[in-house]
């Protein structure tokens, strides 16, 4: 009888210690430790329902965002915007609503169904923005191609986001703009060393040629973080 008991504890045990790990790898770090394909794929299933879990308020992402985005790319004449990991155009539909902003934003992911979601809220600016279905480690654009850079709420769910943030830096045009987040708070601890503390984050950031690394107060789990390119190393002969 007591060995029964023990057996139905340690059964208990077992099984709510593997819920306990499947919670931590598939919702609570939405897949990343177990691969970019899971990634990918939890995306795309949850892609029909993102916007409605996250409740984007437009004044917030113009007063945060778009607008802060805009003023520093005033004076140029139609930038053009790169948004990594765009998931469902939040930021090119916030940007391009904005009517200080001139130029065109490319979206880029890596999930078919978000980028879907992304399309349906773009079309009213099909020939101000585009999306691209790549991976943000391997960028499929040339060198100095984009007057500013963003990546929103994406950094902890690459595979490597040092070498993503050298291919943000690539893409970006001297003087250019580099806006991204860190995650932070309670939630941050899931992450495991792949949420970074704020100076590791800047001082790779000035590591990769980045200027003016500033980041600032925005939501519970995430700061923002701004940086600007500097100019282009003249060779010394
Ligand atoms: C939390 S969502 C953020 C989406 C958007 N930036 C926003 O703020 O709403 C993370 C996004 O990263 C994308 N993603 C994950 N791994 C990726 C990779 N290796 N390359 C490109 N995109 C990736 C996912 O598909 C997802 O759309």
């Known amino acids: ?9 340690a059964a208990v045990l077992l099984v709510g210690a593997l819920g306990w790990l499947l919670h931590w790898l598939l919702i609570r770090t939405e897949g990343v430790f177990l691969g970019r394909r899971v990634v990918v794929w939890l995306y795309d299933l949850a892609a029909p329902r993102y916007d409605a879990i996250k409740q984007y308020d437009p004044d917030t992402e113009s007063a945060f965002v778009a607008w802060p985005l805009s003023r520093r790319l005033k004076g140029r004449p139609a930038p053009a915007v790169l948004d990594v990991a765009t998931g469902t155009g939040r930021l090119p539909f916030f940007l391009l609503a904005e009517p200080i902003f001139n130029g065109r934003v490319v979206g880029l992911d890596a999930s078919v169904g978000m ?15 585009a999306l691209v279905r790549g991976s943000a480690v391997d960028l499929p ?12 709420e994406a950094l902890e769910f690459l595979p490597d ?3 993503a943030l050298r291919e943000m830096a690539r893409v970006l045009e001297p003087g250019g703009v580099l806006l ?3 995650r932070q708070g309670a939630e941050a601890g899931y992450f495991l060393g792949r949420a970074r503390g704020r100076e590791e984050l800047e001082a790779l950031l000035a ?3 980045l200027v003016d690394v500033r980041s600032q107060p925005w939501q519970v789990e ?5 940086a600007a390119k500097g100019p282009a190393r003249v060779s010394q002969i």
């Open 1 to 9: 009888m007591q060995t029964t008991i023990l057996l139905l504890l």
């Open 115 to 129: 980028l879907a979601q992304a399309w349906a809220k773009l079309a009213a600016y099909d020939d101000r923005a």
């Open 141 to 152: 654009f040339a060198d100095n191609a984009f007057a500013a850079v963003t990546c929103l």
């Open 161 to 163: 986001d040092a070498a």
């Open 180 to 182: 991204t987040t860190r």
């Open 207 to 209: 590591g990769l040629g």
């Open 222 to 226: 995430y700061e923002l973080v701004w």
